[in-house]
Nanobody, 124 residues
């Protein structure tokens, strides 16, 4: 059974950093685009970052540009999201997702595999 499992969330002060990991199991996602999305209480799930199957192409939400970096290690079937200079408005549950489209995509409906999410809380 295909599964994506996020880890690395937690509580951090504003200005701090966290590194999220997403480990895939049950199949290899090396040919899939991977993405990170987040959902804050009372808000819709929103795009954060995406990376193409080979890591050559990345896209970021404006809110993440310059602070977050998405990367992947296909040998380990793992995707990462390095988050620096965190702000209280970054507080949300962060989800990893896989899209069968090899190119990076920010469209939520392009993704058909989702993790259970990891909580990120940034205190002011």
């Amino acid at each position: 059974q295909e599964q994506l499992v996020e880890s690395g969330g937690g509580l951090v002060q504003a200005g701090g950093s966290l590194r999220l990991s997403c480990a895939a199991s049950g199949r290899t996602f090396y040919s899939y685009a991977m993405g990170w999305f987040r959902q804050a209480p009372g808000k819709e799930r929103e795009f954060v970052a995406t990376i193409s199957w080979n890591g050559d192409i990345t896209y970021y939400a404006d809110s993440a540009k310059g602070r977050f970096t998405i990367s992947r290690d296909n040998a380990k079937n793992t995707v990462y999201l390095q988050m620096n200079s965190l702000k209280p408005e970054d507080t949300a549950v962060y989800y990893c997702a896989a899209s069968p489209k090899p190119s990076a995509t920010h469209w939520l409906h392009d993704y058909n595999y989702w993790g259970q999410g990891t909580q990120v809380t940034v205190s002011s």
